[in-house]
């Protein structure tokens, strides 16, 4: 490979979210223990979006900044190559994350104590910027069959038409359970949605990251008439490591779906973001798209290596490989454990350090989250920490 996806980067003191947490949650954790929660990579950024930002900081100044056309270009032009998606500058909101976009959305298209849609288990901020807000979170739960999710349509068109619902807030691809939705199924959603005339709250966040034999599209473009009732959530961060940039790219071709999101933005601070955010996103987007091609036949090699280490060593546990995103969702009611139980054994049998499938909602319990972006070293040492803990506790019981 051109790029280099194995070395290690030390996190302990650069403030990684994940790296404090391992330490908080076990103070003396043993010195080569690398964690696999949180959804950014252990894997070194780009060298172009490094050496680009070296270059750009050596000739700019640092202040209030705002898109400008070179920006938009990279982004609408990303879109048309990598997936279809032919957008225009005036529909592009620049937001901090992803996240408090999903809060600002909410806020806007609904009102308190009325219902939002989503699917467990799902990406735990989706119950944060509808609890949190006073709405009411209606859950139309994943069917779940060895491992494969499919969609209850028929309680989804049921809760759709209660006129109470205003929202679907749908993942795609979908974070944890790692589903690259097709085309027909997306058909599907489009139907019950302009049907019941929903708002359609689209969280694409890992539209790139998708496995060979998958293709992602689009909810949106599936007609004029959906795109119209949709706001399509994007961002540079999963697919290029950037998260610690502030940078998402939130697209609404309704303008008047889009002046209500902007309305709630100032509402609370007005849209301010990290100069450097603009300019990183600009990069990853004009020059990185081989960097990318790479990575994703990096994490389909660790996808490999983790399904064959529980093939050889814990075929009780199924693991079904992702379609999309670099998350592994593995269910571990083998074991025998509730889910503080099994947070308990990862944490300090393991010293697995990863995200827990109950914080994803119904259907998340007794499931484990990893994050496969990593060396290849660090996922095979993680897994034999694994196979130690658990032939420990199967020789006690």
Not at 44 to 69: H, M, S, W
């Amino acid at each position: 490979m051109k790029y280099d996806f194995e070395t290690l980067i030390d996190r302990k003191k650069q403030g990684s979210f994940k790296w404090i947490d391992m330490y908080n949650k076990k103070p003396n954790v043993s010195e080569n223990v690398i964690p696999l929660s949180v959804a950014d990579m252990e894997i070194v950024n780009a060298p172009e979006i490094r050496e680009g930002l070296k270059k750009y900081i050596d000739e700019t100044i640092l202040g209030y900044t705002i898109a400008n056309d070179s920006f938009y270009d990279a982004v609408i032009s990303w879109m048309d190559r990598r997936h279809n998606f032919k957008i225009k500058k005036e529909w592009i909101i620049n937001t901090p994350g992803v996240v408090p976009a999903l809060f600002t959305a909410v806020r806007a298209f609904t009102q308190k104590n009325e219902g939002v849609i989503v699917m467990s288990p799902v990406y735990y901020p989706f119950f944060n910027a509808i609890k949190l807000q006073d709405r009411k979170v209606i859950n139309c739960p994943l069917i779940k069959e060895d491992e494969n999710y499919t969609i209850d349509y028929e309680l989804l068109n049921e809760l759709a038409s209660k006129e109470e619902n205003k929202v679907l807030l749908f993942c795609s691809p979908h974070n944890p359970v790692g589903r690259v939705w097709k085309k027909e199924e997306l058909e599907k959603i489009s139907e019950i949605v302009l049907k019941n005339n929903l708002i359609l709250l689209s969280d694409e966040i890992h539209h790139d990251l998708v496995m060979r034999g998958n293709k992602h599209l689009v909810l949106q473009t599936l007609s004029e008439e959906l795109a119209d009732k949709t706001v399509t959530f994007t961002a540079p961060s999963k697919t290029f490591n950037l998260a610690g940039m502030g940078m998402s790219n939130i697209i609404i071709k309704n303008k008047e779906l889009r002046d209500e999101f902007i309305e709630e933005v100032n509402n609370i601070n007005g849209i301010a973001l990290n100069v450097l955010g603009y300019k990183a996103c600009e990069i990853a987007y004009n020059e990185c798209e081989e960097w990318l091609e790479e990575c994703l036949l990096h994490i389909e090699k660790n996808q490999k290596i983790f399904k064959e280490f529980f093939e050889v060593n814990f075929p009780e546990i199924k693991v079904k490989l992702n379609e999309g995103t670099y998350l592994q969702w593995v269910n571990f009611n083998c074991l025998g454990m509730n889910s503080e139980e099994l947070e308990e054994f990862m944490i300090n049998e393991a010293e697995l350090f990863l995200d827990e499938g109950y914080i994803f909602g119904d259907g998340g319990e007794g499931y484990e989250r990893f994050n496969l972006a990593v060396p290849s070293d660090v996922l095979i040492e993680a897994l034999n920490r694994l196979k130690v803990a658990v032939d420990r506790l199967k020789h006690n019981i």
